[in-house]
C-alpha cells in the first residue's frame, strides 16, 4: 500500500462477512473473469501487483480435465502472519477508465477472514478485531457479503442476527462511501423470499447514501445471469467514487513529462 500511495490515491475496497460469505470466492471469480478476457464496465485491465495472489486463489476454479466438481478457494486464515493479523491480505489491479485512457487506477482488495469481523461486532475495540478495524478505516468502498444458504437453512436465525448487526456496525460513521450487499449462492432455491426480503428491508433502513444490491455465484449454468454481477459490482463502486462530490478522478499521464515514468507508471512493471 505505501510503495502504491507514493504515486498515486489508492481506492481500497474492502470484503466484509462472516466466515465462510464467499469474500475469497468472489475475489477468484472477479480475477477469473478477467484472464478471461472479459471487463469491469467502463474499465480496462492494465496489469497488477499482486498476480502470484490472484493465481493462489483463482487456481481453485480453474478447470482440469481431472475434475469437473467446483473447488472453492480455501478458508482465508484468521492470521495473515502480517503484524500479528491485524493486517488483510491485499490484492490489486490497476485499470484504465475508458473514459480517461490516460489515466491509471490502482485499486486493492481486502481479503479478510470472517472471524475478524464477528470479533468486530461482539466488541470493536478489542485487540482481536485490530484487524477488521483497519479495513474499515482504510476502505473507500464496500462490499458486504450474505450466504443465502446459510440465511435460509437451519442456521438462519444467528445468521440473520450476525448479518444484521455487521450491517449495523458497518453503516456506523460510513458516510459517504459506497456500501453494495453481496448475495452469494444465488443458484441455490429461494425457499424463503419473505426472509431475505426482511433482510434487505434492514439494511435499505438507514441505508448507506450510495446502496446497492447483486447477485452472484460460480455455477456456470447461470454464468450469463450472476458472473456479470461480479465486475457490475466493482464498477458501481469505482463510478460512485469517482462521481462523489470531493473525490478527485484518476491522475491523467500526460504524453510527454520530465517526471519520473516509474512513478507515473505508463507502463506496468511490478
Known amino acids: 500500500m505505501r510503495l502504491l500511495k507514493a504515486r498515486s490515491q489508492v481506492v481500497c475496497i474492502g470484503l466484509v462477512g462472516a466466515d465462510n460469505a464467499g469474500k475469497t470466492t468472489f475475489l477468484a471469480l472477479l480475477y477469473a473473469l478477467l484472464r478471461q478476457g472479459q471487463a469491469i464496465p467502463g474499465y480496462r485491465f492494465a496489469g497488477s501487483c499482486t498476480l502470484p495472489g490472484w493465481e493462489a486463489i483463482a487456481s481453485s476454479l480453474t478447470f482440469r480435465e481431472d475434475r469437473t466438481d467446483i473447488q472453492f478457494p480455501p478458508h482465508t486464515s484468521r492470521s495473515t502472519g502480517r503484524d500479528e493479523g491485524r493486517v488483510p491480505g491485499l490484492l490489486h489491479l490497476v485499470l484504465r477508465p475508458d473514459d480517461a485512457p490516460a489515466a491509471v487506477l490502482d485499486v486493492v482488495f481486502t481479503d479478510a477472514p470472517g ?146 515514468l516509474f512513478l507515473l507508471r505508463r507502463q506496468i512493471i511490478c
Open 115 to 260: 472471524e475478524w469481523f464477528t470479533n468486530w461486532v461482539v466488541r470493536h475495540e478489542a485487540d482481536a478485531a485490530a484487524g477488521a478495524r483497519w479495513v474499515y478505516q482504510q476502505s473507500r468502498a464496500f462490499l458486504l457479503f450474505a450466504d443465502r444458504e446459510r440465511l435460509t437453512g437451519s442456521q438462519r436465525g444467528p445468521a440473520r442476527g450476525e448479518l444484521m448487526d455487521l450491517a449495523d456496525r458497518l453503516k456506523h460513521g460510513l458516510g459517504t462511501r459506497p456500501l453494495g450487499l453481496m448475495w452469494t449462492k444465488a443458484d441455490l432455491p429461494n425457499e424463503r423470499p419473505q426472509f431475505l426480503e426482511d433482510i434487505s428491508q434492514h439494511l435499505q433502513h438507514d441505508a448507506a447514501r450510495h446502496y446497492r444490491e447483486f447477485e452472484v455465484s460460480v455455477e456456470l449454468s447461470g454464468a450469463a445471469q450472476w458472473h456479470p454481477q461480479v465486475l457490475a459490482s466493482v464498477a458501481w463502486l469505482l463510478d460512485t467514487l469517482r462521481r462523489e462530490s470531493g473525490t478527485p478522478p484518476p491522475v491523467p499521464v500526460p504524453a510527454a513529462t520530465e517526471q519520473d
